[in-house]
């Protein structure tokens, strides 16, 4: 794994000697110098001077076939960030260009990827935003951290792991779709070994295992193959073709072995042969010769030169059966094809003369800018790196339009993505589709080679329902259907999404009044870019920012500053507001005097109540259960029992009471939590609770709490005494 490798100027400029192609050699050796100059006396993790790791970037980027410029800027690149050298210096001795190239790198570099969630977004985008700007900045950062990543080994280990997924989520995503595989391969390779060193070894050994066994079939097959296009007219082909064995690379290896679960025995094409010829013709002609001369196994046969990955990547690739039985694969392409393959993006350069048209750079640059507008309209950070991810898996499937113009999404894709990579308004106004000429329903998954009819609606009003976020597979769908909905829909938005936060609230025991909603979100709003309430509640309601991952972190504040641990020891809860019982008591004889509820047992509307009339306090109300009251009827005073009243409740007593309740139970932890839980989820306010250990070893939880009327508190009841390790649960009097 190491690279011990070490790179010199001498070796860089008798490279270039070799090459044919133009470089200016003295701009490359001066930029050299300056760069040798800036970092003197700096070393690297590995010991070795700072100039190495340059040298080694320039390196991998003239195997590429970069041009001059950027060159200069791989071996500069670190040295505005790390030395005292400017980028006014740069402009000055080696131009515009590479200046702007070295910047573009430097600010790169202080992107951290992975390092707050809520920067993440803002980070990836401003990788993009470089990319767009000049393809060759990301380009040098990929081989940057190439090389970063061959020498991790001498950095410590935790920053490993976060490099080595950082590699695994971003860069190497962003390689692969600029199609420059060597790069690709290598990244994914590196990271996968620090991500999982177990299953890297696995594969490696498995792969191992008679590797000069299989080396030799492969040089067997190349030898048939080449001795069959040999016995052909001279004139089949305008110049001899390449014929080329090739080993799969560790990780693809383990994706088809861990992620699909397939023997490694049954990956078809952990060795392949290529052939490389110069005309789409001549492809189909050796595929044509190599099924003539081996049996091709049904289904394995695609034809990527007619309909082309979303990476642009072209081929024709079959698997046959070889003498012994042993299928292996045959890639076909020609010589255009095999540089995109290869280098992708970077072929713009290594072919600069030749076949590299200047549209299918445009086309690759027109992904980025597609995922930067995508990105414009998502607020959330996770999203974006899903998108990274998903959105550049190279399992595509290509549909047609009706007209014939291929459009190509990935695997698992539904109608409502194909409409919306038409158009975003073919997505908004799309009611339905056809597929080969047949209706099919909305979360109906296409296919390669269907041909999509989109059914507009008539309706100018006509627009997504939120279902189809649901449905819909790319993100690019999925964020234009959170546009429509943010822009179209903010006021049912609003709702929406309070309403999710009180759900969430609910799920997660959270109770706090309204009121503080604000102060409790403050920090959520911030990190969404949310000035007000409203604002946040329309992100939620449209699907902007994803409840599910802010509710850990509730939970986590409100326990710390809501509650007082397990155990709330007589803190009140909810302030308690001011009641006046006399708009729910009706009394018999005496009006307009003073009521008020006895606090020996608290009456609840619905419970049979009676009036006592007090020495200058006016009525007081108890329960006919109330031992106060009892007691008065046991000592049977007359004078006493004038004093006693018949009151009614009135006919829609709804407001809250007052009363005590008193829960005993066997001790556990979490016990008091979730009795609070319950009065709390049956909208219970507990104006002040304690708790204590009886000298049995059982807890009493004491709670007064305002309630609406006796059947909540009956029903409540019964909730709590479900409770484990409940014995009792009773109203208390006094
Ligand atoms: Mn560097």
């Not at 279902?467 to 709702?495: G, H, Q, Y």
């Not at 829609?652 to 009363?659: I, P």
Request: with cysteine.
């Amino acid at each position: 794994m190491s690279e011990d490798r070490v790179v010199t100027i001498d070796m860089l400029v008798q490279k270039i000697l070799e090459m044919d192609k133009q470089y200016d050699l003295t701009k490359i050796i001066s930029a050299y110098e300056f760069a040798a100059k800036a970092h003197e006396g700096q070393f690297r993790s590995s010991g070795q001077p700072y100039i190495i790791h340059p040298l080694s970037v320039a390196e991998i980027l003239l195997d590429l076939g970069m041009d001059t410029d950027t060159i200069c800027a791989a071996l500069l690149h670190d040295v505005v960030e790390d030395t005292d050298a400017t980028s006014e210096q740069l402009q000055k001795r080696f131009g515009r260009d590479v200046a702007a190239l070295v910047d573009g790198v430097t600010k790169l570099a202080k992107i951290p990827i992975f390092n707050k969630e809520q920067q993440q977004a803002e980070n990836v985008r401003k990788i993009m935003l470089a990319m767009s700007q000049d393809i060759r900045v990301i380009i040098i950062k990929l081989c940057d951290r190439l090389h970063n990543m061959r020498t991790l080994e001498f950095r410590p280990e935790h920053k490993q792991r976060n490099t080595a997924l950082e590699t695994m989520n971003v860069y190497a995503p962003i390689a692969r779709r600029l199609g420059i595989k060597k790069v690709q391969e290598e990244l994914e390779d590196l990271a996968f070994h620090y991500l999982d060193p177990y299953a890297y070894k696995e594969i490696e050994q498995q792969m191992s295992v008679k590797r000069a066994e299989r080396e030799a079939f492969i040089a067997s097959i190349i030898d048939a193959i080449r001795t069959r296009l040999h016995s052909l007219p001279e004139d089949t082909f305008e110049k001899e073709p390449q014929i080329e064995g090739r080993v799969k690379s560790i990780y693809g290896m383990y994706k088809k072995v861990f992620v699909q679960h397939k023997d490694i025995d049954q990956v078809y094409d952990k060795y392949a042969v290529r052939v490389i010829v110069s005309t789409i013709g001549e492809c189909y002609n050796v595929l044509g010769i190599v099924h003539d001369m081996y049996r091709p196994l049904p289904n394995r046969f695609k034809d990527y030169i007619a309909t082309p990955k979303a990476n642009m990547y072209q081929s024709l690739h079959t698997t046959v059966l070889g003498r012994e039985g042993i299928p292996f694969e045959v890639q076909i392409r020609t010589w255009d094809m095999h540089a995109t393959a290869e280098y992708g993006i970077a072929a713009h350069w290594k072919y600069k003369e030749g076949i590299q048209g200047k549209d299918k750079m445009e086309q690759r640059l027109s992904w980025i800018r597609q995922m930067l507008e995508a990105q414009q309209t998502s607020d959330d950070v996770e999203e974006i790196v899903r998108m990274i991810k998903n959105d550049l898996s190279p399992e595509d499937i290509v549909v047609m339009t009706p007209k014939g113009d291929t459009i190509s999404l990935p695997i698992g894709a539904t109608i409502i993505d194909f409409a919306y990579r038409i158009h975003t308004q073919i997505g908004h106004k799309m009611m339905g589709a056809k597929v080969d000429g047949r209706i099919v329903p909305l979360d109906y998954q296409l296919q390669t080679g269907q041909i999509c009819e989109i059914m507009l609606s008539k309706d100018p009003e006509k627009g997504p329902t939120r279902a189809w976020l649901d449905i819909a597979k790319t993100n690019e769908a999925k964020s234009k259907i959170r546009s429509w909905f943010k822009r179209e829909r903010r006021d049912e938005n609003i709702v929406t999404g309070k309403s999710m936060v009180e759900k969430e609230f609910k799920h997660c025991h959270i109770r706090i009044p309204e009121e503080e909603y604000e102060k409790f979100l403050t920090e959520d709003m911030r990190r969404h870019n949310c000035n007000t309430l409203e604002d946040f509640y329309a992100s939620i309601g449209y699907g902007g920012i994803s409840i599910a991952k802010l509710a850990p972190r509730w939970k986590e504040i409100y326990h710390k500053n809501y509650m007082q641990g397990d155990e709330p020891e007589d803190q009140p809860i909810v302030a308690p507001v001011p009641r006046s019982p006399k708009s729910h008591i009706v009394l018999d004889d005496i009006s307009d005097c003073a009521v008020k509820f006895a606090q020996c047992c608290n009456p609840l509307p619905g419970d049979d109540i009676v009036g006592f009339i007090t020495r200058g306090h006016g009525i007081s109300v108890h329960t006919t259960s109330c031992v106060n009251y009892r007691a008065m009827l046991s000592r049977d005073i007359p004078e006493e029992r004038e004093r006693w009243v018949d009151v009614q409740w009135t006919e829609s007593s709804d407001a809250a009471m007052q009363t005590s309740i008193e829960v005993i139970a066997t001790d556990r932890v979490g016990l008091v939590y979730d009795i609070t839980a319950i009065l709390m989820e049956s909208r219970i306010p507990i104006i002040h609770s304690s708790s204590r250990i009886l000298k049995n070893g059982n807890a009493v939880f004491d709670a007064s709490i305002r309630i609406m009327n006796k059947s909540q508190l009956t029903s409540t009841f019964d909730r709590i005494r479900k409770i484990k390790g409940v014995l009792s649960v009773e109203r208390a009097n006094g």
